[in-house]
């Protein structure tokens, strides 16, 4: 089943020397349960795609569907990763991780017990009461990764999201996500400037 739709999708942006063409006419569908990378250098469009398909940016033209849904603001269906894992340095592991069913006003036992449940599969939650400062950086992705996780998105977006990290690490974290990905069954557009990446963790 079809769970993303991208129509048409231009943005233009104005800057100092004239008018930017950062996507130009992109269209492309992405099916329930795929895991999809998007290869392309620096500059080419990537973190604007993904912002917009996440509501954070209004395309000059064209439309994204979630479900059939047009998004035309923040959806609470997508999950949104980026490069650095912006963990809160003042909040313990279990603080971060339940940050976003905070923000979202959707603290429920049920979502605690799931988001705790994560932590748990996932070898985070002996680890719970530590900070970010006292993690190494392939944890820390981890942990951002399942707070991204705890809001049960249909859709995560996963934007250079290992980049920060040493290659060695990078290794073993890229292939730790892509088990929790496919464990817990999340339909996945990744954006990278890395063809290994890209190939080896999409579909
Ligand atoms: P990537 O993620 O592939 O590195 P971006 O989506 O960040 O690419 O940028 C695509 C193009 O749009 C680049 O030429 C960039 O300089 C330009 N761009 C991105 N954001 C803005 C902005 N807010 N204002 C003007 N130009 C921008």
């Excluded at 047009?70 to 269906?77: K, L």
């Excluded at 313990?92 to 036992?109: S, W």
């Excluded at 994560?118 to 992705?141: A, I, V």
Aim: overall charge negative; aromatic content about 6%.
């Amino acid at each position: 089943m079809e769970l993303l739709r991208v129509e048409g999708i231009t943005e233009k942006y104005q800057a100092e020397n004239g008018e930017i063409t950062a996507l130009d006419n992109i269209s492309f569908t992405v099916e329930e349960g795929e895991f999809l990378s998007i290869v392309g250098p620096s500059g080419c469009g990537k973190s604007t795609l993904l912002s917009i398909i996440s509501g954070l940016v209004r395309p000059t033209a064209g439309r994204v569907l979630v479900k059939d849904e047009e998004v035309r603001d923040i959806s609470p269906h997508i999950g949104y990763m980026l490069q650095r894992d912006n963990l809160l340095d003042w909040r313990t592991v279990y603080g971060n991780v339940m940050l976003g069913l905070e923000l979202r006003g959707c603290k429920t036992p049920q979502n605690v017990e799931r988001a705790e449940n994560l932590l748990k599969t996932y070898g985070l939650y002996e680890f719970k009461d530590k900070y970010p400062s006292q993690m190494s950086g392939g944890m820390r992705q981890r942990v951002a990764l399942i707070r991204t996780l705890a809001v049960n998105p249909d859709l995560l977006l996963l934007d250079e999201a290992f980049s920060a990290l040493d290659y060695q690490t990078r290794l073993h974290v890229t292939e730790d996500v892509y088990q929790i990905l496919k464990g817990e069954g999340i339909t996945t557009l990744m954006v990278t400037h890395d063809i290994p990446e890209g190939i080896s963790m999409g579909d």
